[in-house]
């Protein structure tokens, strides 16, 4: 399997993804195209920091500030320009720094830094590029964070940028702090490679490099390299049929908790970076009625994600099951074009993998609702057509393997 490896050992911004991709053997063409289709033409050299060399990109945009309704219709704009992949994911890291936006200021008029011509430029520029690239999946490193306050539109500000820390909270990414003082990951780049992410750095196994590329910011701070790191790798074949790590397991019983707040407390587990969470009914002592909640997460987060449960539930326990082995198989996710009622909409389909073949899949929940709430037809039928469509292109990304289309 053929994957896209980010290394953010300095942090991320838009134009350094790009500049990474390009350097790791994404069509320029295709690139340039995206980004003219929404301002002038950028420029693209060749630059050194602390000695290696990267490319740089610069979009040429001048200062804006939009709504996000604006920033979409700019975005439907350049369709004619860009596949509809491109468009879609572009559309989603947008809608993913808006909803950063509005977690820090509440409901928002405007963008304010994301919003710009340079902004919309970097977001369109690194979905055509990883487009172009056509991985089979993305992973990323931690992300290295600086520290200390930098200042914003809305004056002075700690560093991460709250939009920034927003945007990672709950997207899986990792993060290291770093030394220098000053803002490495900017709310674009967070988001990219948050929308980009697909596969955990820790499901990759071995590997074989295929080719690095570097991306330069635009500072050139003395004897550290300002730059992200671009791999594209090749996997190989794991020797188990399927993965393995360890995991926590957190557990309380409620029988005084209406089903709203438990409904509301799985969200906010799961928003705080719990990988699942769960009400499983049960009778309790003297047989009252009530629900088992389960969470499932790494070790890092148990102590927050107890504390939760016990503010948001009023349990006075929490059960801890340290370091569970659980296995798990690997996924990607990969986007078919789906035909319904003569409409056609580009759908995110997540794919199971095992020895090498696909052995499930599945839609994206949320798409298909979204997609059938505009159609006015029931979400079951979307999602019917999007998993026909994903087992009817599983010979693009598998050739040999057969399906049950056959």
């Known amino acids: 399997m053929r994957v896209l490896v980010f290394d953010p050992f300095h942090g991320a911004a838009g134009d350094m993804i790009i500049g990474a991709l390009l350097d790791c053997g994404a069509d320029k063409n295709c690139v340039m195209r995206a980004m003219l289709s929404v301002v002038a033409e950028p420029e693209i050299t060749h630059v050194t920091r602390a ?10 945009a001048p ?3 939009r709504r996000l309704s604006e920033v979409m219709t700019r975005l439907e704009g350049a369709a004619s ?5 491109v468009l879609e994911r572009a559309k989603r890291v947008f809608e993913r720094i808006n909803d950063a936006e ?3 200021h509440g409901a928002q008029s405007h963008f304010h830094e994301v919003g710009a011509d340079d902004a919309i430029a970097d977001v369109v520029g690194a979905c055509a590029a990883l487009y172009s690239l056509s991985v089979d999946g993305v992973t990323v490193m931690p992300i290295t964070l600086g520290q200390g306050t930098s200042t914003g539109s809305h004056g002075v500000f700690p560093i991460p940028a709250p939009a920034t820390a927003a945007i990672l909270r709950g997207s899986g990414l990792l993060i290291r702090q770093g030394n220098e003082e000053s803002e490495l990951c900017t709310p674009t780049g967070a988001a990219l490679l948050a929308e980009f992410s697909t596969i955990a750095s820790t499901d990759l196994g071995i590997l074989r490099v295929e080719a690095v590329g570097y991306g330069a910011g635009t500072r050139d701070p003395a004897g550290i390299p300002n730059v992200i790191r ?4 090749e996997t190989t074949e794991k020797t188990g049929v ?11 019983n409620v029988d005084d908790v209406s089903g709203e707040v438990i409904a509301h407390t799985i969200e906010c587990l799961l928003e705080a970076g719990a990988r699942d969470a769960s009400a499983i009914p049960v009778i309790m002592k003297k047989g009252r009625p009530g629900f088992l909640i389960r969470v499932i997460c790494t070790g890092s987060m148990s102590g927050t994600l107890a504390e939760l449960m016990a503010r948001e539930l009023g349990t006075l326990g929490v059960r801890c099951i340290p370091a569970v082995h659980r ?4 996924r990607t996710i990969e986007y078919v074009d789906v035909e319904i009622a003569g409409k056609h909409r580009s759908m995110a389909v997540k794919y199971g993998w095992m020895h090498g073949e696909i052995y499930s899949l599945k839609a994206e929940f949320d798409q298909a609702r979204e997609w059938a709430t505009d159609l006015g037809i029931p979400v079951c039928k979307v999602l019917r057509a999007v998993e026909h469509a994903g087992w009817k292109s599983i010979k693009k990304i598998v050739p040999d393997q057969v399906t049950d289309e056959d």
């Open 51 to 60: 000695g290696i060399r990267a490319v740089k990109v610069n979009t040429n």
């Open 242 to 252: 399927l993965s393995t790590d360890s995991v926590d397991v957190l557990e309380t």
């Open 230 to 233: 671009a791999m594209i790798v």
């Open 327 to 330: 296995f798990i198989a690997e």
């Open 81 to 85: 320009e860009i596949p509809p992949e």
């Open 63 to 65: 200062p804006a500030r």
């Open 102 to 104: 509005v977690q820090v």
